[in-house]
């Protein structure tokens, strides 16, 4: 539960239920927030939760992957300018809140004065609250924007629909829904091979990001401010992190416990050789295409 005593602001605020990825559709709830603050001269503030609501509701399944794990979602969020972020922990009890009390605790008890959320959004238990039931709430006490789907190909803009281009591998189509190639973050913790102009990493993605189907894949990978061309081979994973077996064309720095990240740009062909290790592809003379 956040200190309510400790705060002295009036905000505006985006509700988001779980916010995976700052795709399309999120900008313009963003975007439309922090004109609304600049209005009003309040504090632009966002809302969102943590675990994914999935892994509180149904434990028995499989744990979730993120487009954007915790960290680099606060990331993003400072560098779109939010000003005040509050990450709820999505519990049990949480789950168990009756429309009416997470209104009264976690928006007017915050300092919230005006609301933004997209037309889809619901809240307390069992998601009975809508933005109809917002907009009902102490008619007078709090202003409400409701922003309308945004939509690409006739298909709502949603983390859902990214999740699946990645299962389906179609990652050239992301763009269009999260306006850019879809990224992640990793470390290389083990010596890299050379071979000619290339050079093979083994990649650690120790965060729960969710990962293109098997395949091989084009990507471009950046490693201290600098892009290099390339390509994933392998993407497997085990109960503690994913690991990516990359090789990258013209590229001389040696990235040992580097932070790099990876863009992937487009599906190239066929299934990935589970049984290929880095030295299996030098012998092929595998080279990026």
Not at 53 to 62: A, G, N, S, T, W
Not at 78 to 107: H, M, T, W
Not at 209 to 226: L, T
């Amino acid at each position: 539960m956040i200190n309510q005593r400790s705060l002295k602001w009036k905000l505006v605020f985006w509700l988001s239920v779980f916010f995976d990825g700052v795709h399309i559709g999120h900008q313009k709830i963003l975007e439309t927030a922090k004109q609304i603050a600049l209005q009003k001269q309040c504090a632009f503030g966002v809302m969102t939760f943590y675990p994914h609501p999935k892994d509180i509701l149904f434990p028995h399944m499989e744990p979730m992957t993120y487009l954007t794990p915790l960290p680099l979602k606060e990331d993003r969020f400072e560098k779109l300018g939010v000003e005040k972020l509050f990450v709820v922990e999505f519990s049990p009890e949480f789950a168990r809140l009756s429309p009416n009390d997470f209104v009264e605790q976690y928006i007017i008890g915050l300092g919230c004065i005006h609301v933004v959320a997209g037309f889809d959004y619901h809240y307390g238990y069992k998601g009975l609250g809508n933005m109809k039931t917002l907009t009902e709430y102490n008619p007078g006490s709090l202003d409400v924007t409701t922003v309308p789907k945004i939509q690409h190909s006739n298909e709502k803009i949603s983390s859902t629909a990214i999740r699946k281009l990645l299962d389906e591998g179609h990652v050239q189509m992301i763009p269009m829904y999260l306006g850019d190639f879809y990224e992640i973050n990793g470390e290389m913790n083990q010596s890299s091979l050379f071979h000619k102009k290339h050079q093979f990493l083994n990649l650690i993605v120790k965060k729960r990001y969710r990962m293109p189907k098997p395949g091989i894949y084009h990507i471009q990978v950046e490693i201290d401010g600098n892009n290099y061309d390339g390509t994933c081979h392998q993407i497997s994973s085990n109960e503690h992190h994913a690991s990516l077996l990359i090789q990258l064309k013209d590229c001389s720095v040696f990235p040992y416990k580097k932070r790099m990240k990876v863009k992937w740009l487009d599906y190239k062909y066929g299934k990935q050789n589970e049984s290929y290790g880095m030295n299996e592809y030098m012998k092929k003379d595998e080279l990026v295409i």
